[in-house]
């Protein structure tokens, strides 16, 4: 027993450890982008520009590795408290927000709720909200509406998160979540890992509907607490 108790210490450790490191190296990352993408502007030599390319592509690739795991992260310890899932819903819509909007994206809330409480880590609950709503997003490369629903049956919450976007095959639907599978140039493949064990450790339940070609609808059922 003693043992286990250590080891889990030693995740936590861990875990806290993995949120300043990300916070720390964020900076170093967007500093260096920076600076090549001004060297950049300077360089004629064709070759060397293509280096500059593929370097600001890999420091891309290191930043989106972080977003996937540890957007909301914070470098101190994370507790579990009782959170509010309506207005988390509509927190994350304005993080998201800008993002939509530059991909051409139209936003339909429907969280016409009340509060609805349960016992969760904030900074998960959003990282994952964030996770799913970024992957509907890019699934509308020529822009749509993503629809994000909140509807109550007695103690299950249900949000739906809806896109008009390239939807997903049989395949693709059985491998979402698998650590590095990505169908995009760009993907990381994490987000969706990160996210479904999150919704699980909020004992969550999670199902996916999609269609090639039509656009992919994730709900995600909560139990809450009661209406007092
Ligand atoms: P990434 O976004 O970096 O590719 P994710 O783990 O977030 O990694 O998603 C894995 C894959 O699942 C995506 O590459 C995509 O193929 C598929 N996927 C996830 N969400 C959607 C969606 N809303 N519409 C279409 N495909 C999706
Ligand atoms: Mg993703």
Known sequence: LL???MEGQKLKV????????SHEVRNPLTVSRGFLQLIDGDL?????????????????RATEIINDYLTFAKPYPESVERIDVISEVNHSISVIQP?????????????????????SEKRKFQQCLLNFSKNAIEAMPNGGTLTIETTRQHNELKISIQDTGIGMTEE???????????TKEKGTGLGMMV???????????????SEPGMGTTVHLVFQVEDVD
């Open 3 to 5: 043992h286990s108790v």
């Open 14 to 21: 861990v875990s806290h450890l993995a949120a300043s490191i």
């Open 44 to 60: 004629e030599d064709k070759e060397k520009k293509e280096y500059m390319k593929l370097a600001i592509t890999e420091l891309d």
């Open 99 to 119: 993002l939509a909007s530059m991909m051409n994206v139209s936003i339909n809330a429907k969280i016409d709720l009340p509060s609805a409480y349960m016992h």
């Open 172 to 182: 693709q639907l059985c491998r979402i979540g698998e650590p590095f599978f990505t």
């Open 195 to 209: 996210s479904h064990s999150i919704v699980k450790g909020m004992g969550g339940e999670l199902l996916y509907k």
